[in-house]
């Protein structure tokens, strides 16, 4: 069982970092919007399920882009106003309805106005809200993930190794027992 911890480190520690190049995010709303509706992937790709979190704003709102990278759609798509940008190292961020102020290939920085938001968004308790989504990859292939967990102001929490025993105390392989944790036994 060490064993398999030292193996765990050492190729935790010489593993190229997943998409390590891609800073994390800001908010696309200024100020902090709240969230309407969460992330609530599929359970499979072709399931219908929500791919993205709906930020509360007002119609006519600017809308920023949340990270470097390179415009790759601003228009209608399936009657819907959207811009969607690629970031360095494969993550796609994508926001409608909007208007957008910027045109495919363009170069944004994180803050740039990207255009307007639009009111109508189906289901919105606002007067208008932002949907908002980042996905890993190909739009063919992508893995969808949660924005809000990529937001610079989101705090990251690690899961510890090893698992919990009755009782709440963690296993945890590579953990030396100290003595005051040894009972002594007792004889007679």
Not at 152 to 181: E, F, N, W, Y
Request: net charge positive; aromatic share 6%; hydrophobic share 45%.
């Amino acid at each position: 069982m060490r064993v398999l911890a030292v193996v765990a480190v050492v190729l935790l520690l010489f593993a190229a970092p997943a998409h390590a190049d891609t800073p994390r995010l800001r908010w696309p709303l200024q100020p902090r919007p709240a969230v309407t509706r969460a992330f609530d992937p599929p359970a499979a790709r072709w399931n219908s399920g929500h791919r993205g979190v709906d930020l509360a704003g007002t119609a006519g709102q600017p809308v920023y882009a949340a990270g470097p990278g390179t415009v790759v759609f601003a228009g209608d798509l399936a009657g819907r106003p959207l811009v969607s940008i690629a970031h360095p190292g494969g993550l796609r961020t994508s926001y409608e309805p909007v208007r957008p102020a910027v045109r495919a290939g363009q170069l944004v920085q994180a803050g740039t106005p990207l255009g307007v938001l639009l009111a109508g968004h189906p289901g919105c308790p606002a007067s208008a809200c932002l949907h908002w989504g980042a996905m890993w990859g190909a739009a063919s292939r992508a893995d969808y993930v949660d924005p809000l967990g990529l937001v610079a102001d989101t705090p990251i929490r690690l899961k510890p190794l090893g698992r919990v025993r009755p009782g709440g105390q963690r296993s945890v392989a590579s953990r030396p027992r100290k003595a005051s944790m040894i009972e002594p036994t007792r004889s007679g």
